[in-house]
């Protein structure tokens, strides 16, 4: 299981961070220019180094997850599965968390919206990668490919 969560860990977290700067960095990043914008950090006030760091760490825990619940969803499509599994993933940790920073700091509604709609948006994208090259990254690994959705007989 740590193979594979180091193999898809790693990508998954690399394409989490440039999803976020191509869309929070630049497309969108006029969202952070809504008052209050005391709430942000200046680009050059960021740490990148941990950024990566991260975004490789949620990645990782969402392989991890993925791998312990993925006999659980019922879909054996993989792209199917990691969707639902990233409806998921944000219905228990983006949504929840998203909420209720709003309701204790002051942060304007479209950068709520933006966040809940972004978060669902990584979370279905990551999980359609995870769910992809998991059972890809069974070959690699000792498992031998053996961990694809079990068939009903």
Request: charged letters at 10%.
């Amino acid at each position: 299981m740590l193979k594979k969560i180091l193999l898809i860990g790693i990508p998954a977290g690399i394409l989490r961070a440039l999803i976020g700067w191509a869309t929070c960095g630049s497309l969108f990043s006029w969202i952070y220019k809504i008052e209050p914008t005391a709430l942000w950090k200046l680009p050059e006030q960021m740490n990148l180094p941990m950024i990566w760091v991260v975004n490789i760490a949620i990645a990782m825990i969402l392989v991890a997850v993925f791998g312990i619940v993925k006999d659980t969803l019922s879909q054996k499509c993989r792209i199917l599965r990691g969707a639902s599994f990233g409806v998921l993933v944000w219905a228990i940790s983006t949504l929840p968390s998203t909420m209720a920073g709003y309701l204790f700091t002051n942060t304007a509604c479209e950068v709520l919206l933006y966040q809940l709609v972004w978060g669902l948006v990584i979370g279905v994208l990551l999980g359609i990668f995870i769910s992809v090259f998991y059972d890809k990254a069974c070959a690699l690994t000792c498992c031998g490919g053996n961990c694809s959705v079990k068939k009903k007989k």
